[in-house]
Nanobody, 127 residues
Framework: QVHLVESGGGSVQAGGSLRLSCEAS????????MGWFRQAPGREREGVAT???????YYADSVKGRFTISRDNAKNVLYLQMNSLKPEDTAMYYC?????????????????????WGQGTQVTVSS
């Protein structure tokens, strides 16, 4: 079994920063695709950033240049550093992982493609 737990969410002013963490436990070494997704009220869940294999990172156009995904392999922790936050970044942020999808599908960031999910952490950005 794989267990994902997010932390680091909170309320910040526009232009501020937050760092989200996703702690993975269980059978995790086969999870080649891991990433962050978010969902705001009344909207579809959308991909934010994904990490594939050893050193491949992909970003949604809306966060390029502002967010950075990284992974501490020794501690099995996935991070999302969020800088220059905007009110439109307000959402519940989820950590997700999958052991079998391709690098191309990992880059596509379709929520339904990933099989393991955390419970989410709320991010609220005020003007």
């Amino acid at each position: 079994q794989v267990h994902l737990v997010e932390s680091g969410g909170g309320s910040v002013q526009a232009g501020g920063s937050l760092r989200l963490s996703c702690e993975a436990s269980g059978y995790t070494y086969s999870m080649r695709c891991m990433g962050w997704f978010r969902q705001a009220p009344g909207r579809e869940r959308e991909g934010v950033a994904t990490w594939y294999g050893t050193n491949y990172a992909y970003y949604a156009d809306s966060v390029k240049g502002r967010f950075t995904i990284s992974r501490d392999n020794a501690k099995n922790v996935l991070y999302l550093q969020m800088n220059s936050l905007k009110p439109e970044d307000t959402a519940m942020y989820y950590c997700a992982a999958d052991p079998s999808i391709s690098s191309g599908n990992c880059r596509r960031m379709v929520a339904g493609d990933l099989g393991y999910w955390g419970q989410g952490t709320q991010v609220t950005v005020s003007s």
